[in-house]
T-cell receptor
Framework: AQSVTQLGSHVSVSEGALVLLRCNYSSSVPPYLFWYVQYPNQGLQLLLKYTTGATLVKGINGFEAEFKKSETSFHLTKPSAHMSDAAEYFCALVPRSSASKIIFGSGTRLSIRP | EAQVTQNPRYLITVTGKKLTVTCSQNMNHEYMSWYRQDPGLGLRQIYYSMNVEVTDKGDVPEGYKVSRKEKRNFPLILESPSPNQTSLYFC???????????????????FGEGSRLTVL
């Protein structure tokens, strides 16, 4: 069965520091992969996605993620954290065999220290 | 403006009193779905619909019903709510992309702002 694991339910970094949010997936065939962000009292919005092609994908607000098949990972990074990055982040996969399903990780809450 | 609209945003009800959460999208998307968000569990899919009159169960369908009579609307119905259905609910839509994505498919889900439901 496919699954998504996000390591660390809560990550705290200083403003200006590197942000690294970890996501590992389990799937026999590399799936479509997504990162969504949820700001307080809002719905989720897409940060970035990997469907085909380049394994390093860039998203909005300076975030990027790299698909690593050998490590079954899709970690999210940002070189320099900003206070406005404080939010909850969800990694998700859609199986290539069934685009009707989507499986979310349990989420990582990112806090930014001044 | 492209959007997914859910109502109500907040609701407190009592066990057994039927309720409906409406969802409407203006992007002409074929695919719509419902999720519940619970602490530590992320989002779990309740039901989804690939197109009008086509619905299917997600991972946690028990206690819920849906209907898709029109392309833009996808209401979530709780016939007899129970306290374990207290949760934050999200509706979302996207291009269908066929059963396996397909060329040019982006897969991006567009979410409503959520409906916080409390069942006493």
């Amino acid at each position: 069965a496919q699954s998504v694991t996000q390591l660390g339910s809560h990550v705290s970094v200083s403003e200006g520091a590197l942000v690294l949010l970890r996501c590992n997936y389990s799937s026999s065939v590399p799936p479509y992969l997504f990162w969504y962000v949820q700001y307080p009292n809002q719905g989720l919005q897409l940060l970035l996605k990997y469907t085909t092609g380049a394994t390093l994908v860039k998203g909005i607000n300076g975030f990027e993620a790299e698909f690593k098949k050998s490590e079954t990972s899709f970690h999210l990074t940002k070189p320099s954290a900003h206070m406005s990055d404080a939010a909850e982040y969800f990694c998700a996969l859609v199986p290539r065999s069934s685009a009707s399903k989507i499986i979310f990780g349990s989420g990582t809450r990112l806090s930014i220290r001044p | 403006e492209a959007q997914v609209t859910q109502n109500p945003r907040y609701l407190i009800t009592v066990t057994g009193k039927k309720l409906t959460v409406t969802c409407s999208q203006n992007m002409n998307h074929e695919y719509m779905s419902w999720y519940r968000q619970d602490p530590g569990l992320g989002l779990r899919q309740i039901y989804y619909s690939m197109n009008v009159e086509v619905t299917d169960k997600g991972d946690v369908p028990e206690g819920y019903k849906v209907s898709r009579k029109e392309k833009r609307n996808f209401p979530l119905i709780l016939e007899s709510p129970s306290p374990n259905q207290t949760s934050l609910y999200f509706c979302a839509s996207r291009d269908a992309g066929g059963t396996s994505g397909g060329k040019g498919w982006t897969g991006e889900l567009f979410f409503g702002e959520g409906s916080r439901l409390t069942v006493l």
